[in-house]
């Protein structure tokens, strides 16, 4: 049986992977059991399903092949979810109907657990006439803030987490409003932001030129390309978003050229994908691949690794079929392209392997090496599956090896498919990896740096004691075992040290045989200065780069988890931040003491009374169970609902101060009511708004004082000073980091895009 190499990793399993019940039983009783549910799964749609289940275990045993959670999580489960992992949904048409109906079918794919992204650049200006109304346009950000709501009210009916990118063109009239929309730290929360940026913008901002913001042919205004380009530069300098996509590469670049246009991208970036396209992903783990690690024969297994990349898409292919989508314009989508992302993750684990420094110029020479091996196995495997199970429906062979990608393929590449087909339009992307990375042992996640050697990851138990469990990278552990305390040779560098411009490097390096793009975060001082931050993107946009995604700790988008060389410990917040994950729910003791609230809501006749009960752990007083009760009938079911899902929350300890705001975040289509001179948008609303004023008066979080806020962005904090930076809304944690584009966090794995 296998063994997890940490504790974190089988956690992680257990929580996020592992095939349960609806009581929570366990069906899978150990990884491997994991394994062969999802061999079993994707051979099915075979000629011969058990030899090629059994090459599929073989691909997932020793971690080597880490499919994408989605697949992890549902193959085999027989439930009714998709498994691919997020989707770019259809063109917003430029009028009301068509805008809502776009709404209702990106609700219907978020309520499966698919991250979404749109182009809004689509809908007209604010301000532009709206013909036959007599009326103006509201402009795209308003329907974005109508996007964010229906994602929050996902969200708060139990769904999996809800990620949207939202992008717009540079051209759009309404391109400024845009970028500065997160300025406002309640607005948009549930998106994230990116710029469209054409190569023209590009050219004219080098020349300090003149730039148009049009819409349908009619310029709206001109204004200075360098002024918008240093616009975008100091938002995200200041507040980490929008990133940018480099779109006109991304369609020059596309092997679909002929039959599709990009204008979006999934929530993370690394799937540029047309409209009702799907993101489907899985990884190649290189650090299981190396024979010799740190020894003077130190290699990555290249016959090992062709293997494993032809199994790996024979593999992915199989999920086309294998799963179910939330639209039949996904479905339709997927299978006349069977577009699929084999990336890597373990890549920097590897390179130290070999004794290279990440971000060296020999590291991004081997990187683009190792790129170029797998990009050829894929498309090789996918001849041959073409061979035997046919092209994708949609393959044209001229127009399809005239891409401005299949260009640089070595010429028996190009013979294969003209000959034979292709079976999978795309092959290659770089997704996020960092819950599946620390399921794995805790290897360095896709092409990132390694973050940190080591940190103490702090866990709460049942009885309000911490245990302390140490997080060790996977190749700094490796060298452990084999010359025990020997200090760590110079070339392990991590993403703290690391020059933004060796992140560059190394994003270009892999780009250049990535079909798709990559996720990637560049991590830039917290002192970098302005004019040094925007060289960043001006060399990720020359060397060949699809976008740029950077993270520059501050105070409003917080610090990036610090670690101590000496100690290779994480830092201590305060004694108060120290609770940041519960193993198992806590026992209740025998009595609590708590507060009981009179809510009485316009329209009802009865009131609801709200009674609320704390704990005391090392001395800090938190909330343990809610109870709410109405003698009015018409609110039994939802009320014993709340009750109960509250106080399960509660009882996981942590930061819970999240179910405040998914609360007050409800509005009722019926309409709120004013209480108190306060307009609040449903009864659900005025609920947190009682439970924030109960946690502010014990302690828990900070406040105003007893009465309903209006700001529902209430800072959260626990007794003490509060540490810098967001705390996971999963496990109340204060070790979020960006990785990879994405905020996840280091103690639990949670992950905003996972």
């Known amino acids: 049986m296998t063994r997890f190499s940490a504790p974190i990793a089988a956690q992680i399993w257990d929580m996020k992977y592992r095939f349960k019940d609806e009581a929570g039983q366990p069906i899978d009783t150990t990884v491997e059991d994991s394994w062969r549910r999802i061999a079993r799964a994707l051979a099915s749609v075979e000629r011969d399903p058990a030899h090629w289940e059994e090459r599929f275990y073989g691909a997932l045993e020793d971690f080597k092949y880490l499919p994408a959670g989605r697949i992890t999580a549902g193959a085999g489960t027989g439930r009714s979810v998709t498994l691919f992992n997020c989707f770019v949904m259809g063109t917003i048409p430029d009028n009301m109907g068509g805008i809502f109906d776009m709404l209702k079918e990106a609700a219907l794919t978020m309520q499966q657990g698919g991250g979404i992204g749109y182009d809004f650049s689509t809908i007209r200006p604010r301000g532009a006439e709206v013909k036959g109304v007599a009326a103006d346009a509201s402009g795209p950000l308003s329907f974005m803030d109508v996007w964010d709501a229906m994602c929050r009210t996902i969200m708060s009916a139990g769904s999996r987490r809800g990620a949207m990118m939202a992008t717009m063109r540079c051209d759009h009239p309404d391109i400024e409003a845009f970028i500065e929309a997160k300025r406002d730290p309640a607005?948009?929360?549930?998106?994230?932001?990116?710029?469209?940026?054409?190569?023209?913008?590009?050219?004219?901002?080098?020349?300090?030129?003149?730039?148009?913001?049009?819409?349908?042919?009619?310029?709206?205004h001109t204004l200075n390309a360098r002024d918008l380009w240093n616009k975008i530069m100091r938002s995200t300098y200041d507040y980490a978003e929008p990133g940018v996509i480099f779109i006109d590469r991304i369609n020059a670049m596309?092997?679909?050229?002929?039959?599709?246009?990009?204008?979006?991208?999934?929530?993370?970036?690394?799937?540029?994908?047309?409209?009702?396209?799907?993101?489907?992903?899985?990884?190649?783990?290189?650090?299981?691949?190396v024979t010799d690690p740190f020894g003077a024969g130190a290699a990555l297994d290249g016959a090992a690794l062709d293997d494993l990349v032809a199994t790996a898409v024979r593999m992915m292919d199989n999920?086309?079929?294998?799963?179910?989508?939330?639209?039949?314009?996904?479905?339709?989508?997927?299978?006349?392209?069977?577009?699929?992302?084999?990336?890597?993750?373990?890549?920097?684990?590897?390179?130290?392997?070999?004794?290279?420094?990440?971000?060296?110029?020999?590291?991004?020479?081997?990187?683009?090496?190792?790129?170029?091996?797998?990009?050829?196995?894929?498309?090789?495997?996918?001849?041959?599956?073409?061979?035997?199970?046919?092209?994708?429906?949609l393959f044209?062979?001229?127009?399809?090896?005239?891409?401005?990608?299949?260009?640089?393929?070595?010429?028996?590449?190009?013979?294969?498919?003209?000959?034979?087909?292709i079976r999978n339009a795309l092959l290659t992307s770089v997704a996020p990896t960092g819950t599946i990375s620390l399921y794995a042992g805790n290897v360095s996640s896709g092409i990132?740096?390694?973050?940190?050697?080591?940190?103490?990851?702090?866990?709460?138990?049942?009885?309000?004691?911490?245990?302390?469990?140490?997080?060790?990278?996977?190749?700094?552990?490796?060298?452990?075992?084999?010359?025990?305390?020997?200090?760590?040779?110079?070339?392990?560098?991590?993403?703290?040290?690391?020059?933004?411009?060796?992140?560059?490097?190394?994003?270009?390096?892999?780009?250049k045989w990535i079909d798709s793009s990559i996720s990637k975060t560049i991590n830039c001082p917290e002192d970098i200065s302005f004019e040094a931050f925007k060289e960043v993107y001006l060399e990720a946009y020359e060397t060949g780069c699809k976008g740029c995604t950077t993270y520059r700790p501050n105070d409003v988008t917080g610090s990036v988890l610090s670690?101590?060389?000496?100690?290779?410990?994480?830092?201590?917040?305060?004694?108060?931040?120290?609770?940041?994950?519960?193993?198992?729910?806590?026992d209740r003791p025998h009595s609590l003491e708590g507060h009981t609230y009179k809510l009485k809501w316009p329209g009802s006749e009865h009131a609801i009374y709200i009674t609320i009960n704390d704990i005391i752990i090392a001395g800090h007083r938190r909330p343990f169970e809610v109870f709410i009760n109405s003698k009015n009938m018409e609110h039994y079911a939802w009320t014993v609902a709340l009750?109960?899902?509250?106080?399960?929350?509660?009882?996981?300890?942590?930061?819970?101060?999240?179910?405040?705001?998914?609360?007050?975040?409800?509005?009722?289509?019926?309409?709120?009511?004013?209480?108190?001179?306060?307009?609040?948008?449903?009864?659900?609303a005025a609920i947190g708004g009682v439970i924030e004023g109960h946690l502010i008066s014990i302690g828990f979080i900070a406040g105003e004082g007893m009465g309903l806020k209006t700001d529902p962005q209430a800072e959260v904090m626990v007794v003490g000073e509060r540490p810098r930076g967001p705390s996971c809304p999963s496990c109340g944690s204060y070790q979020m980091r960006m990785v990879e584009g994405c905020m996840t966090c280091a103690d639990c794995g949670h992950s905003k895009c996972g």
Not at 326 to 331: C, D, N, S, T
Not at 367 to 380: P, Q, V
Not at 473 to 495: S, T
Not at 563 to 586: F, H, K, M, N
């Open 448 to 511: 990132e740096p390694v973050f940190a050697y080591g940190y103490t990851r702090k866990v709460l138990q049942k009885d309000g004691s911490r245990t302390e469990e140490e997080v060790v990278d996977y190749a700094v552990q490796m060298w452990r075992d084999k010359f025990g305390d020997a200090p760590l040779p110079e070339y392990f560098v991590n993403a703290q040290t690391l020059a933004p411009m060796d992140h560059v490097r190394m994003q270009a390096a892999a780009q």
């Open 396 to 421: 044209d062979a001229e127009k399809f090896l005239a891409s401005g990608n299949m260009r640089q393929m070595d010429k028996d590449v190009r013979d294969a498919i003209a000959k034979h087909g």
């Open 187 to 220: 607005r948009l929360r549930m998106f994230n932001l990116s710029v469209l940026v054409s190569d023209a913008f590009m050219e004219a901002v080098k020349a300090d030129g003149p730039w148009e913001l049009t819409f349908e042919g009619k310029v709206f």
């Open 643 to 684: 009750t109960r899902m509250i106080s399960a929350v509660f009882r996981r300890g942590g930061d819970v101060s999240f179910v405040v705001e998914e609360l007050k975040a409800v509005f009722d289509p019926r309409g709120g009511a004013w209480m108190k001179g306060k307009y609040i948008p449903s009864i659900l």
């Open 254 to 289: 596309n092997n679909l050229a002929y039959c599709e246009t990009i204008s979006a991208t999934n929530p993370c970036g690394e799937q540029p994908l047309p409209p009702y396209g799907a993101c489907l992903l899985g990884s190649i783990n290189l650090a299981r691949l």
């Open 563 to 586: 670690v101590s060389e000496q100690t290779e410990t994480a830092p201590e917040a305060d004694e108060g931040a120290d609770v940041v994950y519960l193993s198992e729910p806590l």
């Open 319 to 393: 999920v086309v079929d294998a799963s179910r989508f939330p639209l039949p314009q996904q479905a339709e989508e997927a299978t006349n392209k069977r577009r699929i992302g084999l990336g890597v993750t373990g890549l920097a684990d590897a390179l130290l392997m070999l004794g290279l420094r990440y971000g060296s110029p020999e590291a991004a020479a081997q990187t683009e090496a190792w790129m170029k091996r797998i990009a050829r196995a894929s498309y090789l495997a996918s001849v041959e599956l073409a061979k035997e199970k046919g092209a994708f429906p």
